[in-house]
C-alpha cells in the first residue's frame, strides 16, 4: 500500500512537472494567457495536496526517489 500510494503521488507530481515545465507552453504560449493550461496546473496542484493529506490521514509515508525497476 505504502509503495502504490507513492507511486501514484510520483506520477502527479511528474504531470504536474511536465505542466509547469513549459511544455505545454511551446505550444499554447505561455500560460498565463492559456486558461486551459492555467487549469490544468492548478487541478493537478489540488490534486497533489488533496493525496498528500489522504496519505498523512492513514500514515502512509511519503518516500523520496522511487524507483520503478524494483519490481521488474
Do not use: C
Not at 6 to 14: C, H, Q, V, Y
Not at 15 to 34: C, H, I, M, T
Not at 38 to 67: G, Y
Amino acid at each position: 500500500m505504502i509503495e502504490w500510494a507513492n507511486r501514484e503521488l510520483s506520477t502527479l507530481e511528474g504531470q504536474l512537472a511536465f505542466w509547469k515545465s513549459g511544455v505545454a507552453r511551446l505550444v499554447n504560449g505561455p500560460y498565463e494567457d492559456d486558461t486551459i493550461t492555467r487549469s490544468v496546473i492548478d487541478a493537478l496542484e489540488k490534486h497533489v495536496a488533496d493525496w498528500r493529506d489522504l496519505m498523512a490521514r492513514h500514515d502512509i509515508p511519503v518516500q523520496q526517489n522511487l524507483s520503478s525497476d524494483k519490481e521488474h
